[in-house]
């Protein structure tokens, strides 16, 4: 009854919900472990970018790129990412939209593939999002990578080869083709058990009983946990689409 239950997670280092949403599903997590299961969760981050044409040096604002990309007034964009810096606040981020250096994450990708080689990508993922979202870090930048991979125990120097080289760029566009195959189109994008997939920043409580219905479930087939499954969490594609 300890084997492990993996969760497989599509996300981007750019996308909002997906730092809320590692928020909610951790709390999830140590809700479900809480309850009396006790069992580990093994965690795999996979790539997905939403905006794989941004530039590596967008000049302007996360207002004024939003507008663009979007479609919108500027003041419209920016009323959006104050509504969402309000959620990212309730589960204990600082979100910093007027500091973000808007930016190219596909650098930043290959440093958690190379991360994951180290047994070191769910510090690497962590460390990236701060430093988006709330320190203003550039993490297009390849010096600054390697700077930020140096602080949770990488070698600055492997991870400057490896960007140079991008020598984990197939990894990437592997974990994209899977996303592309399995249908994800928006991100935070979670599978669990490799049976049943979440979609979007739920509350930590939807994360929790998905958790304990896929485990209760084993044995049965994808359709069954989908069906038993399907009322534990709304899905939030909405949400998520609102801040792309």
């Known amino acids: 009854m300890n084997d492990s ?36 969760v093994e965690v795999e981050y996979h790539s997905f970018e939403l905006s794989p044409d941004t530039p590596v040096d967008f000049e302007g604002t996360e207002a004024e790129f939003l507008s663009s990309h979007k479609g919108m007034p500027v003041a419209q964009a920016q009323q959006m990412l104050d509504q969402v810096t309000g959620i990212a606040a309730s589960v204990g981020l600082d979100y910093d939209f007027e500091a973000m250096h808007h930016t190219n ?17 769910l510090d690497m993922v962590e460390r990236l999002f701060t430093a988006y979202f709330e320190r203003g870090e550039h993490v297009g930048d390849e010096s600054t990578l390697a700077d930020l991979a140096a602080e949770i125990g990488l070698d600055r120097d492997e991870v400057l080869a490896t960007l140079r080289d991008d020598s984990q760029l197939a990894a990437v566009r592997a974990d994209q083709a899977q996303a592309q195959a399995f249908g994800i189109n928006g991100v935070p994008f979670f599978v669990i058990d490799g049976k049943y997939g979440v979609s979007g920043a739920q509350d930590p409580a939807a994360f929790e009983q998905v958790l304990t219905q896929v485990v209760a479930l084993r044995g049965t087939t994808p359709e069954e946990v989908a069906s038993a499954t399907e009322r534990a969490a709304d899905d939030a594609t909405a949400d998520v689409e609102a801040t792309r």
């Open 5 to 40: 239950v993996k969760v497989d997670v599509w996300s981007d280092i750019a996308c909002p919900w997906c730092y809320i949403g590692k928020r909610k599903f951790e709390a999830g997590v140590a809700g479900f472990q809480s309850s009396g299961d006790g069992r580990p």
């Open 105 to 121: 994450t596909v650098k930043a990708h290959q440093v958690i593939h190379l991360a994951k080689q180290h047994g070191k990508q």
